[in-house]
T-cell receptor, first 115, second 109 residues
Framework: KAGVTQTPRYLIKTRGQQVTLSCSPI?????VSWYQQTPGQGLQFLFE???????NKGNFPGRFSGRQFSNSRSEMNVSTLELGDSALYLC??????????????FGQGTRLTVV | KNEVEQSPQNLTAQEGEFITINCSYS?????LHWLQQHPGGGIVSLFM???GKKKHGRLIATINIQEKHSSLHITASHPRDSAVYIC???????????FGKGTKLSVKP
């Protein structure tokens, strides 16, 4: 079955602009999590969605937001871009739900460059 | 201090060597993940464990809940194992991961 698909793979934006990144999870997976990876801070958790609801949020400013659609596809949005937002943005999907934890599958990431 | 500490930061090995990467965490966990990241960014989940030991091919992951410590072992290492290995502690809900800084492994032929 198809893996986690992130689009676009690469993106260049100007300071002050906004950007929307997309993540299509593995079919049947209902949980989607987003992460930011930078050379300085490493990998950091942004937020997690399950069944269209944000279940958890990391320590990022309100400029970072997301949503999940009824087909489990998720988008994240960054408004008023800053140079420091340049990073690799990764999403991961899993079956989710309560009870036993299940393995997460990662997408290839979207590399965002802010100039 | 990072909640998840990995050692070593960098590791160079000769092909065939047995490799161990260590991960310590400071608070209780619901699960501990080991991830592999190749150049280019893609991440592969290797193990998710909350107790004991798991094995997949040449990879073995162990966890000691009382000591808050996990290890990733690679037997008979191969140049294709060269990658960054990251451990991550799961906090609360699934997906809410606290990551270590990673161990960059280079296996020489």
């Amino acid at each position: 079955k198809a893996g986690v698909t992130q689009t676009p793979r690469y993106l260049i934006k100007t300071r002050g602009q906004q950007v929307t990144l997309s993540c299509s999870p593995i079919s049947g997976h209902r949980s989607v999590s987003w992460y930011q990876q930078t050379p300085g801070q490493g990998l950091q958790f942004l937020f997690e969605y399950f069944s269209e609801t944000q279940r958890n949020k990391g320590n990022f400013p309100g400029r970072f937001s997301g949503r999940q659609f009824s087909n489990s596809r998720s988008e994240m949005n960054v408004s008023t871009l800053e140079l420091g937002d340049s990073a690799l943005y990764l999403c991961a999907s899993s079956l989710g739900g309560q009870g036993a934890r299940t393995e997460a599958f990662f997408g290839q990431g979207t590399r965002l460059t802010v100039v | 201090k990072n909640e998840v500490e990995q050692s070593p930061q960098n590791l160079t090995a000769q092909e065939g060597e047995f490799i161990t990467i260590n991960c310590s965490y400071s608070v209780g966990i619901s699960a501990l993940h080991w991830l592999q990241q190749h150049p280019g960014g893609g991440i592969v989940s290797l193990f998710m464990l909350s107790s004991g030991k798991k094995k997949h091919g040449r990879l073995i992951a162990t966890i000691n809940i009382q000591e808050k410590h996990s290890s990733l072992h690679i037997t008979a290492s191969h140049p294709r194992d060269s990658a960054v290995y990251i451990c991550a502690r799961e906090r609360g809900s699934q997906g809410n991961l606290i990551f270590g800084k990673g161990t960059k492994l280079s296996v020489k032929p």
